[in-house]
């Protein structure tokens, strides 16, 4: 059965520094991508990296202090992010997609259940 695993969400000070880790089991996908979600907003794109490691996008919002990777090896990829700001908070979410579109989060196929990230000021 193919599933999204994620972890490492949680509460941290503004500054501080979190890593999601989202771990695919099943066939490799094409794009994996995180999403967040703020309560009353929508769901909106973070970063997005293709199958071979190589980061395809990132939000403005994001850009400088988050980083997308991926371990092949463990069909694992991750976002690292710093200098969180209160803004960041929000239940972040990891999904793949085994075809060639990314932007939108229609184009993908699986998610994950979601972590909590609280950023505090």
């Known amino acids: 059965q193919v599933q999204l695993v994620e972890s490492g969400g949680g509460l941290v000070q503004a500054g501080g520094s979190l890593r999601l880790s989202c771990a695919a089991s099943g066939r490799t996908f094409s794009y994996g991508g995180w999403f967040r979600q703020a309560p009353g907003q929508e769901r909106e794109i973070v970063a997005v990296i293709r199958w071979s490691g190589v980061p395809r996008y990132y939000a403005d919002a994001v850009k400088g202090r988050f980083t997308i990777s991926r371990d092949n090896a463990k069909n694992t990829f991750y976002l690292q992010m710093n200098s969180l700001e209160p803004e960041d908070t929000a239940a972040y979410y990891c999904?793949?997609?085994?075809?060639?579109?990314?932007?939108?989060?229609?184009?993908?196929?699986?998610w994950g259940q979601g972590t909590q990230v609280t950023v505090s000021s």
């Open positions: 999904a793949v997609t085994y075809g060639n579109s990314w932007l939108h989060r229609d184009a993908y196929d699986l």
